[in-house]
């Protein structure tokens, strides 16, 4: 089976760090996702992590420790627009297979 | 990047009636998916749209409930047939891209209420 764990729901500051974290126990592993979804869209690309370590992208940067199973997002200089939820997927077995954690509902306040 | 657009991007229905909701990609794709969406939960995978072949259905989920159909590299459809209220969610297709890593590109979704 497949368990992909987030935080439901975590608040922080305008112009602020915030950390989410992803844990995980899938069959297989092919890589790890970081999508963003605002309420009433479709998620969107945020990040991509095969290999151990950090990967940087701007303001938003990702880890893998494939050992540990465990990931997060780190977003830096919080923008109210970050407001949105932040779901971790992982690519099982199956190429182009995802499965979803829960999602984050991140708020951002002045 | 692929484009994806759905239609309808929202309905009302009756139960017991079917949906067919139609996705187009504006580039041909190796892989289609098939995610349903509670209202404030994560995305759920239904199945695997294959094209030229049968869909690949997900723990849950069976064919006569939710009927696929992948007739080239660029358009797939879902159906939900006699529909119930437990079937309000919203339903959003993804295609694989091709590039030098896996990324789905996703759909804007298919808001579905039944009465």
């Known amino acids: 089976g497949q368990n992909i764990d987030q935080p439901t729901e975590m608040t922080a500051t305008e112009g602020a760090i915030v950390q989410i974290n992803c844990t995980y126990q899938?069959?297989?592993?092919?890589?790890l996702f970081w999508y963003q979804q605002h309420a009433g869209e479709a998620p969107t690309f945020l990040s991509y992590?095969?290999?151990?370590g950090l990967e940087e992208k701007g303001r938003f940067s990702s880890f893998l420790s494939r050992s540990k199973g465990y990931s997060y997002l780190l977003l830096k200089e919080l923008q109210m627009k970050d407001s949105a939820s932040y779901l971790c997927?992982?690519?099982?077995?199956?190429?182009?297979?995802?499965?979803f954690g829960s999602g984050t509902k991140l708020n951002v306040k002045p | 990047s692929a484009v994806i657009s759905q239609k309808p991007s929202r309905d009302i229905c009756q139960r017991g009636t079917s949906l067919t909701i139609q996705c187009q990609v504006d580039?041909?794709?190796?892989?289609m998916f098939w995610y349903r969406q509670q209202p404030g939960q994560s995305l759920t995978l239904i199945a695997t749209a294959n094209q030229g072949s049968e869909a690949t259905y997900e723990s849950g989920f069976v064919i006569d409930k939710f009927p696929i159909s992948r007739p080239n590299l660029t358009f797939s459809t879902l159906t939900v047939s006699n529909m119930s209220p437990e079937d309000s969610s919203i339903y959003l297709c993804s295609a694989g891209s091709s590039g030098s890593f896996n990324e789905q590109f996703f759909g804007p979704g298919t808001r579905l209420t039944v009465l």
């Open positions: 580039s041909q794709v190796t892989m």
């Open positions: 997927a992982v690519e099982g077995y199956n190429f182009n297979k995802f499965y």
């Open positions: 992590n095969v290999l151990d």
């Open positions: 899938t069959s297989g592993f092919n890589g």
